[in-house]
């Protein structure tokens, strides 16, 4: 396992590994943010490095995701590694045939430098992190909990627009308790002072209490709402997610959901409703919470939010397994993105 | 988007986009067939060089059709460039969540610097054409009627057995009504002067009215002809198809499609009644419309028209990415593949 | 088709191709051995060369399975080679519309420098090898009978653990008569003098009369034994293999496949039974046959054994893609792998 100056323990997860976002130091965040910066800049579609050159990144995709597996392809092929992949291992790999996930990436972490695994079961990142020797395990989503690098990249997004994260206030909209992505990003606002969360859902798909517990804990103050408009007339971060309806648990559900679906829509009216310097985010995909004809307003950063997500991988690929060159990196002076 | 001096509008296609096989001038398709010549030459297995190392192509793949992928992601590899690549994306990607097309393509597009897509929909690739900002879409086969690098592939292959398209004998065989292949080269075919185009196939699988009536647009000669021995024997080129029982609409059309398949037979006995200079290609895969034995006659031009396929695809990816290579290498002078 | 020194015709298989473990010659054997014993010794993770740089190697897949395909993935991403991948050919190539295996391999073939197969089917890897033209096909596991690279790395392992493998006990436990790897591995260990080999299973999953035959022809020694214990505590190897439930014929099989699989287990008691200087191997994966705490006993050789899979590959790869290379480590002394 690679050492570093910027790694360590932290609420019990040792980076290189990325398992939580909640894992991540404000130290740890400056470094990455600032890399990402200077790789956005350097990067661009077109461009690419050595610096991974050496290096074997396996994508294992126990759940089908060909956006966050081409996300972290990208960022391993712009820096020179190569890339070993499975879309959809739950059924083509030998979990078919009743082998531990810990068997599996024993045996993996012997090909690949660095995993990054995305999984249904929400221990997973952290049980294969345990067996992996010396490849670092990267979560690319895990149950229905965490998805670290999502995010990250949350974060990068508020913070490229804002200058800071501190002290803005921020709406999450939608299927909040079957959100891996709100609750990821939760964890990490956490770290940032007087950030004001408010919660907007109907009562079936509001966040979680562990989450409410985690806020309280660390003083951060959140709200629930019900009235849309008036919350995002007043919100920096309008952060809308889509309603999982195939995580419902019975059809009956499924039902409901649907048509909680249709109670907080972003629409132009909303849209135009909020603050000036405002932004819209999403995770993506999007279904029909944000209208199409949002989609030019400027205040939609969704498509720019993806983006992001290319570069804040690279960072982290950077950060963790060549950190030479990320040294030389972040004494460079930063020199912004077209 | 990068911009080139053979490029522009074509009936309403801006290339690099490749989206529909009509879109090509005469003027493009010379440039395309000298530099798949070189490539031929210059590029054989075991070879490798770097033109486009700076680059990352992405195998979206809706349909899965591991042929036409592996062809494209050799032309890739074989320039020096980057694949990332999905199998099935039409069950292992956001469309399962509903997120449309047009939403992923402006997400990849930020990852690939030119996206291959393979669609069900006709209007797939035009759909993702018009959101990929700059990164070119090449059209890997959308919905039922076009498949414009297996037309490309088709005619140079025919110019490059008779080293002219003008004026030849084309009879098209087997199932042309579901065949975007045979439709997409009748669209290119229909560039070249005084070529003479017979379709053969029994009522249910005939050519359709649109392409009919581009041919009289066009003034290209076709007709229709139930005696394959006959049109045979005074072809130049005898296109076989496969009936594509997979695209039949209802258990009786199937049957019916079954026998179908039994009546336009390429054996020995057609095979040797055509002129001795005449080639038999074929899309494949084949099942049983080209006999096994005819695969060592000298007519028979399927697996060279599938390998040059691979230099129709490089010369393709060369000509949208790298420019100055492509202008440098078409100003040499041609020396043939061995 | 490359030719070298080492190559030729053995049981009816001429190398490059890897059809079935038999086909290797002793001097064959010694060559790839010493080749493998180097790479372990020069290519950690995180440390690539280019000695294949120019090459482009296909993994055909069949049957899925991701450790096999990603062993071979690595080994030629070490290299330097590109790669070309199917995760589920069978259902994403032509196959589905009925284009022959051979057909396949006759256009792959153009593309891939090299073919890696795994197919459902005992004859495929030859079928192939006989179309394959200048593209060597390797044999990535086929039907029942055979997988040749896990037996090259499963007598690697013992060479490397022992310093030898003339004159050793093996014993072989588990579903026998499903277990292609078995198989394989029989085969090859009837090439070394004086090995004794102890078939431990149920009656319903004795290993095959073939395999008999063949090391009776061979003069090799071998019996069958139900007291595992007893086995266990006189062998030099125990390899044990999963009950391949997925293999039954009917439900029935099944049920009695899953009671036998609880007859032969490796737990504490019998790894300790076992001689000072012994292993215990394991294909993999592992579902119950070996209990979780025998894997911190230092007989435990199963994870060293799959890592070496990867070596033995890039070895393999190497001495059939670029033979100067082989030559000039072959003559250079080992460095032993910390």
Known sequence: MPTGKWWGEHDGIDFPHVIMSQQFSREQLEVLFKLTTLLKGMLPKGMKVDWLRNYIISTLFYEPSTRTRFSFETAALRLGAGVISSENAAEFSSAIKGETLSDTIRIMSDKADLIVLRHKRNDAALEAAKVSGSSPIINGGSG???????????VFTIQEHFGKVEGLKV???????RGRTVMSLAYLLS?????EITFVAPPIAQMTVDIKDHLDEYKVKWNEEEDFLKVAAKSDVVYMTRYQLERAESTEEKEQLKKAAESH?????VANAMPENSIIMHPLPRVEEIRWSVDSNPRAKY???????DYVRMALLLMILNQDKTQELISLPIKKAA
Chains 1, 2, 3 share one sequence.
């Not at 770290?191 to 950030?195: L, S």
């Not at 498509?303 to 997500?309: R, Y």
């Open 144 to 154: 229905t909990l965490q998805h670290p690098t999502q995010a990250l990249l949350d």
């Open 171 to 177: 709406a999450m909209v939608g299927d909040l308790k």
């Open 191 to 195: 770290k940032y002072k007087g950030v």
């Open 265 to 269: 829509i972003m629409n132009r009216t």
């Open 303 to 309: 498509f720019e939010q993806a983006k992001n997500g």
